[in-house]
């Protein structure tokens, strides 16, 4: 699979945006990018995923550089209820095992500051 | 709607003994994946279904770790003989395709010290 390059820690003021960034420059044609986040003592949450394009939903937005050999994960309002750590991953649209799985790596932990 | 729920959420175990952990996945889910976490650690994979069959058991440590799905809904991790380094959180989590654009929804884990 290929790998992802996340820092280890960002810091955020309350209300600001935050990019967290992801580094990914040898993924190939098909992966997609994922992004999930893991609140203190909770399992993994899905927040956003994208192929190409750019892409909104409600948690956040998904900035995919044109090469794909990065992408931005942008908060556009921090609030507390988002420090958690953030992982950015990378699936393979179609996995000759037959499986599926989430490779996660350390992630960046965010902490939101009052 | 109900989430993935797992049960217990916490387990003490002494070095030795056997443990189960059971992971209700959500209803309609065909896919179920257990991964591990070990502290300050992300996750790491240990085995995939899609509905009754075990399809990728590769993540497993060690043949004392054992998961079955036997009608395709509750899955259950078993853990032989219990050590010290299976002290881990344990989560389940499911997806509702089997395709990689499908979101997977984790449980809450089940945390796991061996004593």
Request: glycine content about 8%.
């Amino acid at each position: 699979d290929a790998k992802t390059t996340q820092p280890n820690s960002m810091e955020s003021n309350e209300e600001e945006p935050v990019h967290l960034p992801c580094n990914h420059s040898t993924i190939s044609g098909t992966d997609y990018i994922h992004w999930y986040r893991q609140l203190p003592s909770q399992g993994p949450e899905y927040v956003i995923h994208g192929l190409t394009s750019n892409v909104n939903n409600r948690m956040a937005s998904l900035a995919i550089a044109e090469d794909r050999k990065s992408s931005t994960l942008i908060l556009h309002r921090a609030t507390l209820r988002d420090a958690a750590v953030y992982y950015c991953i990378l699936r393979a649209a179609y996995s000759g095992a037959g499986s599926y799985q989430l490779t996660f790596g350390k992630g960046t932990k965010l902490s939101v500051i009052p | 709607g109900a989430g993935v729920s797992q049960s217990p959420r916490y387990k003490v175990a002494k070095r030795g003994q056997d443990v189960a952990l059971r992971c209700d996945p959500i209803s309609g889910h065909v896919s179920l994946f257990w991964y591990q976490q070990a502290l300050g650690q992300g996750p790491e994979f240990l085995t995939y279904f899609q509905n009754e069959a075990q399809l990728d058991k590769s993540g497993l440590p060690s043949d004392r770790f054992f998961a079955e799905r036997p009608e395709g809904s509750v899955s259950t991790l078993k853990i032989q003989r219990t050590q010290q380094e299976d002290s881990a959180v344990y989560l389940c989590a499911s997806s509702l395709r089997t395709v990689s654009s499908y979101e997977q929804y984790f449980g809450p884990g089940t945390r796991l010290t061996v004593t």
